[in-house]
């Protein structure tokens, strides 16, 4: 059984370029959630995709986007990237009954760094 | 009223001693706090989580205790080897996990052989 899946695992790009990551959440899982993680601290929450609808978001900008497939895969996409946007992006699974979720499992991060 | 604050930011700990690690939060509807391990270039990993409803859960040597009184809660590690040399992030989540995760800063445990 496959866990979460992230790609890529490292990304170097160019401050006002655009950047996409991608997750493939853990087998039985229907929920997306997306945390930014900078050297040194806890991870921070972006957004989150359920039934392909962004359900919650964090203090992030508009640059920050996503995209959630009906295959429950989602996407992350980031504009006008600052280099303040170099960090550990982390995509999170879980299983949403309706009522309560469950744990969240995380991929192992995209590195990503704005140059 | 969202944050959670974990303390010591980094703890020293010889082979077989107990590790302690807390966090505190302010904001009463939290329900969910899991203790994530992280290893350096990984994703954290889920050690252990509780709801408000118990005041200690064990898996292994790996223990939270959960004060609801005081807003509190704890990591301990019992006899703690190197190979759990690690960050460990604690984190608070309410409507029973559905919400965002809120994270505390993390404490580096480094457990000398």
């Known amino acids: 059984d496959a866990g979460v899946t992230q790609s890529p695992t490292h990304l170097i790009k160019t401050r006002g370029q655009q950047v996409t990551l991608r997750c493939s959440p853990k087998?039985?899982?229907?929920?997306v959630s997306w945390y930014q993680q900078a050297l040194g601290q806890g991870p921070q929450f972006i957004f989150q995709y359920y039934e392909e609808e962004e359900r919650q978001r964090g203090n992030f900008p508009d640059r920050f986007s996503g995209h959630q497939f009906p295959n429950y895969s989602s996407e992350l996409n980031v504009n006008a990237l600052l280099l303040g946007d170099s960090a550990l992006y982390l995509c999170?699974?879980?299983?949403?009954?309706?009522?309560?979720?469950?744990?969240?499992?995380f991929g192992p991060g995209t590195r990503l760094t704005v140059t | 009223q969202q944050q959670v604050k974990q303390s010591p930011q980094s703890l020293i700990v010889q082979k077989g001693g107990i590790s302690i690690i807390n966090c505190a939060y302010e904001n009463t509807a939290f329900d969910y706090f899991p203790w994530y391990q992280q290893f350096p270039g990984k994703g954290p990993a889920l050690l252990i989580a509780i709801r408000p409803d118990v005041s200690e859960k064990k898996e292994g040597r790996f223990t939270i205790s959960f004060n609801k009184s005081a807003k509190q809660f704890s990591l301990h590690i019992m006899d703690s080897q190197p190979g759990d040399s690690a960050t460990y992030f604690c984190a608070a989540s309410k409507n029973s996990g559905t919400y965002k995760y809120i994270f505390g800063t993390g404490t580096r445990l480094k457990v000398l052989a």
């Open positions: 087998s039985g899982h229907d929920t």
């Open positions: 999170a699974s879980s299983f949403y009954s309706g009522s309560s979720a469950y744990e969240q499992y």
